[in-house]
C-alpha cells in the first residue's frame, strides 16, 4: 500500500470511528441512527454503502470492519437488508464495471 493510500486509509477510520461513537449516542441502543426506525441520517449514509464496498474490493481495505466499529457494521448490514433498500444499493461487481470503464475511457482520451 502506498503512503498515499495509508493515510487516506487512516483518514477514513478515523471518520469511522467518530461515526461509531455518534451512532451509539443518537441510537440509543436501537437499530437506526434515529432509533428504532429508518430516518433522514440513515438513508443520506446509506446512500454511500455500495461505494464503500465497491471501495473495499477495489482498494483491498475493509472500511466498515466490525472489529474497528461493530455498530456500524451491523447498522449497514441491517440497513442494506431492508426492503426497499436492496433494490437500490447499487450492486458492487456493476460498480466496479463502472470504474474501470470511466479509467479505461480516461486513459484513451474518450469524455
Known amino acids: 500500500m502506498t503512503k498515499y493510500r495509508a493515510e487516506a486509509a487512516r483518514r477514513v477510520v478515523g471518520v469511522l470511528e467518530e461515526l461509531e461513537a455518534a451512532f451509539q449516542e443518537c441510537s440509543g441502543g436501537e437499530a437506526f441512527f434515529g432509533g428504532g426506525g429508518v430516518g433522514l441520517v440513515d438513508?443520506?449514509?446509506g446512500g454511500f454503502l455500495g461505494w464503500l464496498r465497491a471501495s473495499e474490493a477495489m482498494c483491498g481495505v475493509r472500511?466498515?470492519?466490525p472489529a474497528a466499529t461493530p455498530l456500524l457494521a451491523v447498522w449497514a448490514d441491517r440497513f442494506g437488508?431492508?426492503?426497499?433498500?436492496?433494490?437500490v444499493i447499487p450492486d458492487v461487481q456493476r460498480l466496479l464495471l463502472l470504474e474501470y470503464n470511466?479509467?479505461?475511457r480516461a486513459l484513451l482520451g474518450l469524455p
Open 63 to 65: 472500511v466498515v470492519d
Open 102 to 104: 470511466r479509467m479505461r
Open 43 to 45: 438513508v443520506v449514509l
Open 81 to 87: 437488508a431492508l426492503d426497499g433498500v436492496r433494490e
